[in-house]
């Protein structure tokens, strides 16, 4: 998610490169980014130096260390703190980042991996945020795809339909792709086939405003091929499957 986040952000309107830096304890992995026109170091506390924004966009399981790393050096007063490791709560964060009961500004941030092509569906919880910082943040993630300001409560069902959701629209993908070869087309042809229909699908719905159910009513026709397959899928458990995977993403 890192590199993911990265990316969107050198290609998104609001930061020229040179307003971003990246830090990794490997170099290599920073070299795409310096070609880039970022700055790169491996040193987390010369990444944050006069920074506005700090993002930490670790593995739930180094996030201790990455707060403990840099704590005496942020600026609670004039630097906002994001966290994107979903698994830590807002008050184990602020346990860690407390600093004789100062405590910074803190978002915690879920996104998704096309936020590398500013598509992602990204979900921002303001703890001890004023308005103007919330906004703030909203506009930098509105850049990269489309954000909704919520709650802690709802990131696990965020993630789990955005975050997650990402994949299992992916092997949506892969699994039509795959009865695309088996009605005659090539592999690569099929899969195009499949993204340019799904594409259609969502600029369809979103720029209607319509019920999915709705959509499709102007597509199957009585006796047609579309309710045939429709009703094959659903005999065989598709809506289901689907909603019993979200649900078990949040257990």
């Not at 942020?74 to 966290?83: A, F, T």
């Not at 500013?118 to 954000?147: H, R």
């Not at 087309?185 to 159910?213: C, R, S, W, Y």
């Not at 047609?224 to 598709?238: H, V």
């Given at each position: ?10 290609k998104?309107c ?7 830096t990246?830090?990794?304890p ?13 700055n ?10 006069d920074?506005?924004i700090?993002?930490?966009?670790v ?17 609670y ?9 979903a ?7 602020f ?16 996104p998704n ?49 955005a ?32 993204l ?9 719905l ?26 094959t ?17 949040i257990?």
């Amino acid at each position: 998610m890192g590199g993911s986040f990265a990316e969107g952000l050198l290609k998104g309107c609001i930061f020229n490169p040179s307003d971003v830096t990246i830090a990794n304890p490997h170099e290599d992995k920073l070299k795409r980014f310096s070609d880039l026109g970022a700055n790169t170091t491996t040193n987390n506390i010369e990444a944050i130096k006069d920074a506005d924004i700090i993002t930490i966009v670790v593995k739930p399981w180094l996030v201790e260390q990455v707060v403990d790393d840099i704590k005496d050096s942020i600026d609670y007063n004039h630097q906002i703190i994001i966290n994107m490791a979903a698994a830590i709560k807002a008050d184990t964060l602020f346990d860690w980042f407390d600093k004789d009961g100062q405590k910074p500004v803190l978002f915690q941030v879920i996104p998704n991996i096309a936020i590398a092509q500013k598509a992602s569906m990204t979900f921002i919880v303001p703890c001890g945020a004023s308005n103007e910082q919330t906004a703030i943040v909203k506009e930098v993630f509105d850049d990269l795809g489309k954000s909704l300001i919520t709650d802690e409560a709802h990131l696990g069902a965020g993630t789990t339909l955005a975050s997650c959701g990402i994949a299992y629209a992916m092997r949506y993908v892969r699994a039509a792709s795959e009865g695309g070869v088996e009605l005659g087309f090539k592999a690569d042809i099929a899969k195009e086939i499949v993204l340019q229909t799904m594409k259609g699908a969502v600029e369809l719905l979103q720029a209607t405003g319509l019920h999915p159910e709705a959509a499709i009513d102007q597509v199957t026709t009585p006796g047609g091929l579309t309710i045939k397959g429709l009703n094959t899928m659903e005999k065989n458990g598709f809506s289901n499957a689907v909603i019993e995977g979200l649900k078990a993403g949040i257990k």
